[in-house]
């Protein structure tokens, strides 16, 4: 099942918005950085191992954005196609590809319906741009949809802390909670956007079969403390207090039950 329309076309036009004053003029910069780094104040890869050795693996990239992150995964040796709804970000990464490289396929499509056959990756990999934007239980059973057995889901998204501190008027984030886990499915922001959250304990779709019985992922929470998720909301929203997490990273593995 897609995405409703009006919801696709409200976020074309939030990130159209957000290429135009913000992340346009951030990408070549962003595509020369030497690492593969996560979030907002670039925790290194090389520390987190989230992804693994990508040399030779295929790799899906869901709301990519400017692609820099597949660019770096392109250098690394990684096969890679990188999948995102907004045009204006699209032609952002275009443009880098050409200035900078190397290319990679660019697609246009949402990330509820993946145009990708089935067990066709060994990475499916999102620095949120997926996982706050698209409603959890499609997205994440098409990631495991087109994974090949033992590949790997690796997401980062803005915490569930941070989002039950947030009034329900909007604004920002403070040391209160103000919303119970039920509110936060999905949370709409003033101004447009639309936020949502996989479910963190035991019923996390990321620790259920999705789609047919041989198809079951596990995952392991990691949140790397003190950042926080670059979206339109970041300049009016504060987040939890200092020490408390602002993003959630989540590596799993699909296994096929034996």
């Given at each position: 099942m897609s995405t409703p329309r009006d919801q696709l076309d409200g976020h074309r036009a939030v990130w159209a918005e957000v290429n135009a004053?913000?992340?346009?003029?951030?990408?070549?910069g962003m595509w020369r950085r030497p690492a593969i780094t996560w979030g907002l104040f670039a925790?290194?890869?090389?520390?987190?191992?989230?992804?693994g050795d990508v040399a030779g693996r295929d790799v899906l990239e869901l709301g990519c954005g400017t692609a820099y992150l597949s660019g770096w995964l392109a250098r690394a040796g990684a096969r890679v196609v990188a999948l995102d709804l907004s045009p204006a970000q699209l032609a952002t990464a275009r443009r880098c590809q050409r200035t900078i490289g190397p290319a990679f396929g660019l697609v246009e499509a949402d990330g509820a319906v993946l145009p990708v056959?089935?067990?066709?990756?060994?990475?499916?990999?999102?620095?949120?741009?997926?996982a706050p934007w698209c409603d959890p239980d499609r997205w994440l059973a098409e990631a495991a949809r087109v994974l090949r057995p033992d590949g790997r889901l690796v997401f980062l998204t803005?915490?569930?802390?941070?989002?039950?501190?947030?009034?329900?008027?909007?604004?920002?984030?403070?040391?209160?909670?103000l919303r119970g886990p039920a509110d936060l499915r999905p949370v709409a922001w003033p101004g447009g956007g639309v936020e949502h959250h996989p479910r963190t304990a035991s019923g996390s779709p990321c620790c259920t079969p999705t789609g047919s019985p041989s198809r079951r992922s596990t995952?392991?929470?990691h949140r790397p403390a003190r950042t926080t998720t670059p979206t339109t909301r970041s300049s009016r929203r504060r987040g939890p207090p200092a020490g408390r997490p602002r993003t959630s990273g989540w590596p799993a593995v699909r296994r096929s039950s034996r």
């Open positions: 004053q913000f992340t346009d003029a951030a990408a070549e925790h290194p890869e090389a520390s987190l191992a989230a992804l056959r089935d067990a066709a990756v060994d990475i499916v990999v999102s620095e949120y741009g997926v803005s915490s569930v802390l941070a989002a039950m501190c947030v009034p329900a008027e909007g604004g920002v984030a403070g040391d209160r909670l995952s392991s929470p």
